[in-house]
Each structure stands twice: as structure tokens, then as C-alpha cells.
């Protein structure tokens, strides 16, 4: 994690997105997308380690860690900024399409931008990622009030958990992701995330019928311990998805994966990759 990376901003729809990149410019391109709530520190631990093959970019959704906070959160924007993204930090530059690899809500908005613009990619692979809800995004979903101001950074990070919560990872993992999801304003300090984002995003609460319309191969991955993708939900995406697509399951992981088990979960993203076909 000492491994500093490129830092941007790019504008779009009159709104800041704070992106990370590693590796260099020129490079098969990886986007990886966050979850709801998460912020560009899931992936801090695992981008330098795919950074001598691929030139890797994350970034912060509008609402979460540094990025604009909107009025709404539409698709069409998020869409946007991830494409915009994908420009702005070169994953652009070599000779081929870009990878994707999108966590939880990011699946949801992988899958999205997959449909609509996935002969820009070469492939994507949704990580434990429902495609369908079990709390309603948008108009249906309940307002939530502001968070909670704490005294001290300290009583905010003493405040920070996983969702869904999972058995405990890497204390040097989760106290990086924790002292990063904190800011401080006037009266204390808070976590970085527009608290009424659901409501504010009209994401979708069933996907799983997009995945026969992605415009480029799919490939899905889960925990085996996952409380999200549960064997229901992973049985009905293998049942939707077009024949020989990949499904890889980690062993003795949970929802967060990249963080319980990052170096299985590097494993097997690279041999994912290198799977897809060669456009």
C-alpha cells in the first residue's frame, strides 16, 4: 500500500470525481468500480499488485469519500463518470479495450454501463454483486437524516463497520479503510458519504434480466461465506448468463472479499482475465 498512485479529478455534470490510477500509461486497462458506502481504499491494497500487467484505475462514485455530492445520483450520470474515468486516467491508451471488475453496487452500475456502452470493454466481471435488491433504491427507498457528527476523528472511526458486517479482516486493512471514510467538518468529524445516496439513485432493484444484453463477455465472481450472493441468487445469474461464461467462487470468503481474502482474490481476477477472449 506504499505504492502511491496517479490522483485526478475529473469533472462531470458540474460535479468533481476523485480517481486513483496505478501502473503505467499504455498498459491493458482495468476499471475497478466500488460499492455503495466503500471509497477508493478497498482497492489500495489490491491495485499495485495487478499494476505490472495493467495500467488500474478506481475512483469515488459522486456521493462517496472526496466526490460531488448531487441533488440525484441518475444513471445516465454515474454512467458518465465512469466513463470519463476510464479516459482521464489512460485506461484508453493501449491497443486493446479496458478490463472492468465491479464490487456489490458497483456490479449493479457495472452492469449498466456494460449494456450500454460494453463495446468499449473487453470484459467485465461483477463481484459479488446481487443484481437484484434487498432494500429498494430510489424513490421507494427510506430518507435517511444526516449523519452523525463526532467529537474527535477518533470517535468516528471507532464508529466505522462493514455492510453487511463480516468476521474480522487485516487490522492494518480495516483501520486504512476507516481512517479514510472520515472527514472533518465544522463541528467534528463524519463519515464521507451522502447518507440519503439510495434514495437518491434510481439504480434499479432487479438487473439480473440486463445480463443477456451486456455488449461484451461476463464473468461472475462471489465469497463462498457471502450473505449477499447466496446460492439462490448465484443459481439464477449462472441461469441468465450465456453459456460458458465464467463463475469463480472464493474460498472462505465473505461479501468484501478483497478484503478477507485479497491475494485469492488477485489470483483469481488475473486468471479471469487472461480467460476473456482476445479482441
Known sequence: MAHQPDRGLVTVAD??????AWGERGKSGLLLLIGNGAHIG????????????Y????????????SARREQYSVETLIAEAMAVAEAAGLYEADRP???????????????ILVRNGERFAGGVLVDSRLRVRQ???DDAEEVGPFHVHATREQAIARFRLKPEQP????FIFDMLAGEAVEQ???????????????????????MPLIAQAKCPLAFMRGSCSKSVIDEIWAEQKSMAADG???VEIPDAHHHLMLDQPIAFIAALRAILQAFPRT
Not at 15 to 20: I, K
Not at 55 to 66: D, K, L
Not at 98 to 108: C, D, K, Q, R, V
Not at 185 to 207: C, I
Open 245 to 247: 461464461t465464467l463463475f
Open 136 to 138: 429498494a433504491w430510489g
Open 15 to 20: 460535479g468533481d470525481v476523485e480517481w486513483a
Open 185 to 207: 467538518v465544522a463541528t467534528g468529524w463524519r463519515f464521507r458519504q451522502d447518507p440519503d445516496m439510495r434514495r437518491k439513485t434510481p439504480v434499479g432493484n432487479d438487473l
Open 42 to 53: 478497498w482497492y489500495r491494497h489490491i491495485a499495485p499488485m495487478l499494476a505490472d500487467d
Open 98 to 112: 479496458p478490463f472492468m471488475a465491479a464490487h456489490s453496487f458497483g456490479g449493479f452500475m457495472g452492469l449498466h
Open 168 to 171: 474480522e479482516i487485516n487490522p
Open 55 to 66: 495500467r488500474v484505475a478506481t475512483f469515488n462514485w459522486s456521493g462517496m469519500g472526496g
